[in-house]
């Protein structure tokens, strides 16, 4: 095993990086005041209220947050039917093909309907298709 010689003062150096005054970095940083100018005026976070087209402030409801996200992967991969029903692609036909008969190749190219099971995570992705899915 290969020893190394360090110095007093390198061998203190790393003592001394993480301690300020003996207290840990997240404490000493904690025990820095900073003083606050008490001549800027204080800004409070105003929402703003969405305007009908008559110009007046139309009230928000109390629920009211961030509006669900179509997720874009998912509206290109499903399709939905009048019916409700949600088709996909048949996996397995992207490369490799060469040694795929005519019959399969065939076959992997229709739609097929998702299982049951997958419903849950579609509407999930779609949320604004849920009341189409069946």
Known sequence: MATSVMSAAARAAPARIGRVGGLGFRRAVAAVRVPVR???PKVAAVRA???????????????????AKTRKSA???????????????????????????????TRL????RIGKAQL???????PYQKKYLK
């Open 75 to 105: 509206s290109k991969r499903f399709k939905i039917t009048a019916s409700g029903k949600v088709l996909h692609r048949r996996p397995g036909k992207a490369h490799l093909n060469g040694k795929k008969t005519t019959e399969r190749k």
């Open 38 to 40: 008490s001549g800027l």
């Open 109 to 112: 190219s229709g739609m097929r």
């Open 120 to 126: 849950p995570l579609v509407k999930g992705c779609l």
């Open 49 to 67: 209220a969405p305007m009908t087209t008559a110009g007046k402030a139309k009230k928000l409801p109390k629920n009211a947050g961030a509006k």
